[in-house]
């Protein structure tokens, strides 16, 4: 049995994170990042003080937050970092295969690049692919719930919201983000919603070919209709509508992905097997 840490436990990612790995029969350690606050203290999951000698003779620990300073100077051992913005110059963890032999440190990835990753077994003949991805503010974990809240109040209140949280503005307000790099012809909207992400995608066919969808991988359920994200915050599955021209040529995907599932509790279920490989 592997013996796992998670810092930041007392986060709603690391709460997840927590349920997700115990439930796999991990032995899992549970540290907050600094002092609790009452509310914290009074919640059902227990967490732990962030005592550095905690981490000795841990087969890995996973960050779910920032850790607090020092508190991680003496350990030694495998770290997995799935922040929704993990340190930049950590080797992402493989999408298949085993840890790496000479990496102690991998980040995890973004929900939407394990999405977009699964494109091959969810349509044949695929060609080029460009698209638009909703994004509400669950990627975040509390800082972006606890943002958004606090600016809906506000604007209901008719005051100005403070975005210091979120970076911007986001309640009752959709946000268009330029293309990132790496990104391709994909467009991010945020929009004002608090959880289940939409990708929606415009395929074209590969020369002379058709697309067609295929049997639904494992986590994957196809819809009559495209989900909303009401569906998807309450799914535990990718939801997947494909809807083809009549020539087969280009087709619209729309996914809809829960993306504290599929940027932190999945990968992190997969790491139970790459460290025992």
Request: net charge negative; hydrophobic share 45%.
């Amino acid at each position: 049995m592997l013996k796992l840490a998670v810092i930041g436990a007392q986060t709603l990612l690391g709460r997840e994170l927590v349920g997700a790995l115990e439930a796999a029969e991990a032995s899992v350690l549970p540290l907050s990042t600094g002092p609790l606050t009452v509310e914290e203290e009074e919640g059902d999951q227990v967490v732990f003080a962030p005592d550095p000698a905690l981490l000795e003779g841990l087969d890995m620990v996973l960050l779910a937050d920032t850790p607090g300073p020092g508190q991680l100077d003496s350990y030694q051992g495998r770290l997995l970092d799935l922040r929704p913005e993990p340190e930049g110059k950590l080797d992402p963890v493989p999408l298949a295969g085993t840890w790496p032999r000479d990496a102690l440190a991998l980040r995890g990835r973004p929900a939407l690049e394990q999405v977009l990753a699964l494109l091959p077994s969810l349509v044949d003949h695929l060609g080029e692919v460009a698209g638009t991805h909703l994004r509400p503010v669950a990627w975040m974990g509390d800082r972006g719930l606890d943002g958004l809240m606090e600016q809906t109040v506000a604007v209901l209140q008719g005051e100005d919201p403070d975005t210091t949280k979120l970076g911007y503005r986001q309640a009752f307000e959709v946000v268009p983000v330029p293309a990132l790099a790496g990104k391709g012809r994909l467009l991010e909207v945020r929009v004002p919603a608090f959880h289940g992400d939409l990708l929606i995608l415009h395929l074209r066919a590969a020369e002379g070919q058709r697309l067609a969808p295929r049997t639904a991988p494992a986590g994957v359920r196809w819809t009559e209709a495209p989900p909303s994200s009401r569906e998807v915050a309450v799914s535990s599955d990718l939801l997947a509508h494909f809807e083809a021209s009549a020539d087969g040529q280009s087709a619209t995907l729309t996914l809809g992905f829960d993306p504290i599932l599929w940027g932190v509790l999945r990968p992190a279920l997969r790491v139970l097997g790459l460290a025992l490989a």
